[in-house]
């Protein structure tokens, strides 16, 4: 089947911005445990300048990486940025430097979280800030979020997104404003929710919702929480096509809906340049059905 190239985050608004359908993410661009340095700075530089070239325009960070890590890579790699760039991040959460996470979401933290990754990244405003709502935040989902629309206000952020949330928490949003885009776990063999502490639906289960009012997923651990469990169908299609069970993965969720932006995650230029190619993997209907 004929699949979209491109997408649309914030098509009704005033600054829609058009993503190809593959893009990148940076959280492993760091050093152990998503702390601190990566290993190698000069091919997490190479990763990020080749994702570029090889078409990726969608982004995603977040200044805890690191902290500041992914978007200083970011800023030495590819500042000026091409004009069609866009810089995803995620604020809500920050981590120490014993390296725990913790939630970062009163209003004042979520300030300080934009005005930082603005001038890590050399940005006037960012293009898609994703609100990461994390259990056991003192402020309420609503009163973060109000900080949030403030900011958009205010000219800081372009997009607001959500990160991590519960068909309840997205609907409240939706109600609060225009929401740009959202970023919850998602992938082949994990479609719901994942126990332990990151909270938010899996993207099955508000998918309808977010095609509902044509905005985006960006589905992330796509490939982490799916790739060696319950593969067994998506490994036989990936074989008949002569692609590999990464690839498969994303091409099934490009086929799943026009709507889903994969930000597929590595550390490998090969496994950057498999990924993708994967969005010029045309899946038939029948195979589709079979792979459910
Ligand atoms: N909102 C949130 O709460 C949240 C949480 C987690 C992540 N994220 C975002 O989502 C992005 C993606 O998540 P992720 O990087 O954790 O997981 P992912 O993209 O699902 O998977 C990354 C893993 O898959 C491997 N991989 C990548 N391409 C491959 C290929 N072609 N063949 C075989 N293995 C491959 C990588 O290893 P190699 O390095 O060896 O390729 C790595 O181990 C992150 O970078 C981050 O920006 C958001």
Do not use: C
């Amino acid at each position: 089947m004929n699949i979209n190239k491109t997408l649309i985050i914030g098509k009704d608004s005033e600054q829609p911005f058009t993503a190809n359908r593959i893009g990148y993410g940076t959280m492993r661009l760091t050093g152990k445990h998503f702390f601190g340095e990566p290993e190698n700075r000069r091919e997490a530089l190479q990763i990020l300048k080749k994702a570029v070239e090889l078409g990726v325009n969608y982004i995603d960070t977040a200044d805890y990486y690191g902290i500041d890590v992914t978007n200083r890579l970011i800023a030495e790699a590819l500042y000026p940025y091409q004009d069609n760039l866009i810089i995803g991040t995620k604020i809500g959460a920050m981590r120490k430097d014993d390296a725990s996470w913790n939630v970062f979401s009163k209003p004042e933290q979520l300030r300080h979280s934009v005005e930082n990754n603005l001038r890590v990244l050399k940005l006037d405003q960012l293009a898609v800030v994703h609100f990461r709502y994390m259990p056991g935040s003192e402020t309420s989902f609503e009163d973060s979020l109000s900080a949030v629309f403030e900011l958009q206000k205010e000219g800081k952020i372009a997009h607001v997104g959500l990160s991590n949330v519960n068909r309840e928490q997205l609907e409240a949003g939706l109600k609060m404003g225009e929401i740009g885009t959202v970023q919850n776990l998602y992938g082949y063999t994990q479609r719901t929710t994942l126990a332990g502490p990151m909270g938010g639906a899996g993207g099955e289960e508000i998918l309808d919702l977010l095609e509902a009012h044509q905005i985006p997923l960006i589905p992330y651990f796509s490939l982490e929480a799916s790739l060696g469990k319950g593969q067994q169908k998506i490994e036989e299609i990936a074989k008949k096509y002569n692609v590999s069970t990464a690839q498969m993965n994303l091409a099934w969720l490009l086929h799943k809906s026009p709507l889903i932006l994969p930000i597929p995650g590595t550390t490998s230029l090969k496994h950057l340049e498999e990924n993708m190619a994967a969005a010029e993997i045309s899946i038939s209907k029948e195979d589709l059905d079979y792979l459910g």
